[in-house]
């Protein structure tokens, strides 16, 4: 078996951060946290609700990336590795059933699938006593996600690899009708339709999206196919990613000064300028969903929202971060995180967001034309992440073919 894998050993991921902010060349040799292991046995299926999965292609995630970095901070409350010593990469993915435990009632062999719970206790360890949690579909919040498996794990694997095994219940089937270069964008796709029905927006708003990347032009659809009679504004500085966003629903392309151009394009009050240069205005936007994440989108996104505004969490670093939280407070702003996807009620049905997006990618709702701009094998992993890194214009979505 070929997985990647980031090792859950203390001199490498000290190094590897020391690497990322320091030394970044460093990040590609052989010290970083993140390994890459060709010669690994095929792992047996350790139980009757397990199969096992040949990938075909996965997606390259941020959350990949701040593995690569060792990113994850000891002062942040999520710990990327519980309960485990390493953490397969890859959750992007499709790939076909090639093994079935003698209890999997749900797929079998040739069925194409993806990882549906990538960061669930319950769901990925083969934990059969369900967290309620789990249970309800909402397994971003399990109750077990740093217990021990059950069993005595191999290495199993996931998107990153030439194969995997994973629990039954932890996977999604991919319809018929998706082709075989769409399933990679079904988990992204989640992520941008979860964010907008954690905080969906009503008719009449002007609402900002923060970042042009993969789920920002997915939120930018999302909100639209949710709610057609508001008004969206984009934060992005790439003139592509301008216009990809303009042709998947974006109204107006916020430019210039971001406090004078929302006081105009909200009705708000005059600039104000504090003590130590900090600005700040009264009114603003309805909704902002940041698809950036860190100190500078908290900061500036906070101060672009009219009082009793909401702000919708979706970028992230895996590290705590420090802004000024006065606006939240002064304005009695409302904030919205968002984990991922689970379980969402949509026109009168509660079904899992995978299922949901499918829908709509294949009732021809949601585009996702385009979004894949690079592939790479999976031997040259380290370079996708240099690109994504690097992150010029024309990147949207790289992808790992995985054969």
Known sequence: MKTIY????????????????????????GLNAVKFKTDLPDP???????????????????TDISFFKATTGTNSAFEPIPGSKRTYLGHENVGVVTEVGSEVTDFKVGDRVTIRAYMSGCDTKGIRDRCPYCEAGDYNFCLNYGAPSPYDLPDTGAGWGDSFIYPARGLAHIY??????????????????????????????????????????????????????????????????QEFAKKLGADHVLEGDLYTA??????????????????YFFGGFDRIYDCIGGNWSNHTGLRLLRARGTFVKIGHHMNAVTFDESPIWWQELKLVGVDAHGMEHW?????????????????????????????FKLADYKEALKLALQNPPDVVKIVIDCQ
């Not at 995978?354 to 690079?374: N, P």
């Open 6 to 29: 980031f090792e859950k050993d203390i001199p490498r991921i000290l190094a590897t951060k020391f690497a990322a902010k320091h030394c970044k060349p460093m990040l590609y040799g």
């Open 44 to 62: 047996p299926l350790p139980a009757g609700d397990w199969v096992r999965v040949k990938n075909i292609a996965c997606g390259l995630c941020g």
């Open 176 to 241: 018929d009708e998706i082709t075989d270069e769409q399933p990679v964008m079904v988990g992204p796709t989640c992520v941008s339709i979860h964010a907008v029905l954690c905080a969906p927006p009503q008719k009449g708003e002007k609402i900002l999206v923060m970042g042009c990347g993969t789920i920002g032009l997915g939120v930018v659809q999302a909100i639209k196919i949710v709610e057609p009679d508001c008004e969206v504004w984009i934060m992005e500085r790439v003139k592509t990613k």
């Open 262 to 279: 929302t006081a105009k394009a909200t009705g708000g009050s005059e600039i104000y300028t504090g003590m130590q240069g900090n600005k």
């Open 347 to 375: 026109q009168g049905r509660d079904l899992y967001t995978f299922d949901l997006a499918q829908e709509w990618i294949r009732d021809g709702i949601y585009s996702v034309e385009g979004f894949v701009t690079h592939h």
